[in-house]
């Protein structure tokens, strides 16, 4: 018989494996949830500590920017500091230093050839910045023509040839064969003698030092019934003014210009020295005036600053009667308020004129070329004999000579700035003589006070502006060429006295394509020949605003500007592109 089965003792209960595993399993889920808060704990300081990192990093950087900036704007202001002393003609030094905003900037100037070179480094608690520049003392010229002429007029002879365009204030006329290759201008002539003017000047006016005095004007009465042609004033400039001058003829308004004006031209910047000269002026529609009228000549300026402006040169006796001087803030809007200036300011008017003339020349060919003059005589534009449609019978307006009085004054001062020719190089008088290879010499910038005469394949190799007290003569294929120095920059010989150019004279630049050598004569003689040039002169252009310049047999030119012009036969000009925009480098710094 079997024995009864024992009844469990664990009935309602886990089984002891079960209950043992349920009980070690505890403190593995604590063991769990303290990895998993350990974890997020780390995971949030991480994230905390990151985001200060950037924070430090960002605020780091901050700082970093700040003293970048101030190092740089210490850096730009030593740049400025260098390229107002430069302007100014204050002193500047090989290396120096300024301060700024508890920044420092130390500045490095070096000379290479015609430019400055100027180096500024910043520096701010240690973040430095540098900044680089280049500057050349420049005085910029435009020469539109393959010959440009002032009232004395261009008189060509047998053969003689212009390659490129013509203007003239004055006749043209040629002989058998002379030929234009381009368009030919007369302007509309003018009387030698002003109409109207009051040329006394003994104080400096200056203008556009603030937004008061932005515009300046100066009245007249015009003594006869005509065109006003031309107008001239004595002006000069002070640092380096931006933009370039609107001369505005207005009629009077209750002693005032009115703010309208019957006519206006533009005086460019660069025909303005920092030595005060004539600067002219004509209009492409000249206004006309009417005899015993007031009228007022206005310069209106388009900025104004207390270190850069303009000097129009004054009559402090205030001697023309009734019609004293004003200036006021803004000439041609709003309201203006004029305000005395005390005095009567320089200028010249020329009001009528007479008629002017092309004569005897052949302009163009079959398929090109035009002429524009009051009256045509003897002449063939387009292939065909005057009257024809590209003869055009005109009274055109006038254009004045590029370069002024003022602005070669600055060049001679320029030269001046490099001192006085003395011995050795030149002789107690102050004479400079090159008369074979072995004499070639550098030279610039520099005065000779007496005359400059190479010969015979001498060398004159020019560093710097040149002024001639006395005569130049260039003689037997004498040279005389731009050092490399000046680049793309042009250079200027200026002498008082006259200049010839004989028997294959050769002229060049620095070797950049856009240099070129001119040569000036300053005399003031225009019945004479001041520049005289012969036989094969080579790249060069002249200039010479008070006399005429007379080429001979085959002499030739790459341009020519002159109050009068004489080709005699076979003479020759080639204009080129590039004296549309020519930069002279003005002097030394």
Not at 74 to 89: F, S, T, V, W
Not at 97 to 118: D, P, R, Y
Not at 491 to 516: C, E, T
């Amino acid at each position: 018989m079997q024995k009864p089965k024992a009844k469990s003792q664990n009935k309602g209960q886990a089984p002891l494996g079960a209950a043992r595993a349920r009980s070690a399993s505890l403190p593995l889920t604590g063991q769990a949830a303290l990895i998993a808060v350990i974890l997020m704990l780390f995971i949030m300081l991480s994230a905390v500590f990151g985001a200060s990192s950037v924070a430090l990093k960002e605020a780091k950087v901050a700082t970093e920017n700040t003293r970048s900036r101030y190092s740089f704007f210490a850096a730009e202001a030593g740049i400025d500091d260098a390229a107002y002393r430069l302007k100014r003609g204050k002193n500047l030094t090989s290396s120096f230093t300024i301060l700024l905003n508890g920044a420092t900037a130390n500045i490095v100037v070096t000379t290479s050839g015609q430019t400055k070179e100027i180096k500024s480094t910043g520096d701010y608690l240690g973040a430095t910045r540098a900044a680089k520049a280049a500057l050349s003392n420049t005085t910029g010229a435009s020469f539109y023509y393959g010959v440009q002429v002032g009232d004395g007029g261009l008189d060509m002879g047998n053969s003689s040839r212009v390659n490129g365009n013509v203007f003239s204030n004055g006749n043209i006329t040629g002989g058998a064969s002379s030929i234009i290759t381009g368009d030919a201008v007369v302007a509309g002539g003018i009387s030698l003698s002003p109409s109207v003017e009051w040329t006394a000047h003994d104080s400096d006016q200056f203008f556009a030092t603030a937004s008061s005095n932005h515009d300046i004007a100066q009245s007249f009465i015009a003594n006869v019934s005509d065109r006003l042609n031309k107008t001239s004033v004595y002006l000069g400039k002070v640092g380096s003014p931006a933009g370039d001058i609107t001369l505005r003829i207005a009629a009077d308004y209750g002693g005032n210009p009115y703010k309208s004006s019957i006519a206006s031209a533009t005086i460019r910047n660069s025909m303005i020295g920092a030595t005060p000269g004539w600067i002219d002026a004509s209009f492409s529609s000249p206004p006309n005036l009417t005899t015993g009228s007031k009228y007022w000549i206005v310069l209106d300026t388009s900025t104004n600053s207390s270190s850069n402006y303009w000097n129009w040169r004054k009559d402090s006796a205030d001697g023309y009667l009734n019609n004293t001087a004003k200036y006021t803030s803004d000439c041609c809007g709003g309201n203006p308020t004029w305000t005395n200036v005390g005095g009567d300011l320089a200028f010249k008017v020329w009001i009528g004129g007479v008629s002017t003339k092309i004569e005897g020349i052949t302009i163009g060919d079959a398929t090109s070329g035009t002429g524009r003059a009051n009256l045509f005589v003897n002449t063939t534009i387009h292939g065909s004999a005057c009257p024809n449609e590209y003869c055009v019978i005109d009274n055109p307006a006038r254009e004045e000579l590029p370069i002024s009085d003022g602005v070669i004054q600055d060049w001679k001062n320029a030269a001046l700035a490099g001192g006085t020719c003395g011995p050795p190089t030149c002789s107690s008088s102050g004479d400079l003589s090159l008369n074979m290879a072995s004499d070639s010499i550098s030279l610039g910038p520099i005065y000779i006070p007496g005359d400059l005469s190479i010969n015979n394949e001498a060398i004159l190799t020019i560093t710097g502006t040149i002024w001639i007290g006395g005569t130049a003569s260039f003689n037997n294929t004498a040279e005389v060429r731009l050092d490399s120095s000046y680049g793309a920059l042009s250079g200027v010989m200026v002498a008082d006295g006259d200049a010839s150019v004989n028997n294959g004279a050769i002229f060049s630049g620095s070797g950049d394509p856009n240099s070129y050598f001119m040569l000036t004569s300053a005399q003031n003689d225009q019945t004479g020949i001041v520049i005289d040039v012969n036989n094969d002169a080579l790249g060069v252009i002249y200039y010479a605003n008070h006399g005429k310049i007379k080429f001979n047999n085959d002499a030739a030119a790459k341009e020519a500007t002159a109050y009068g012009i004489i080709l005699n036969n076979e003479a020759i000009i080639t204009y080129e592109s590039g004296l549309a925009n020519v930069n002279f480098y003005s002097g030394p710094s």
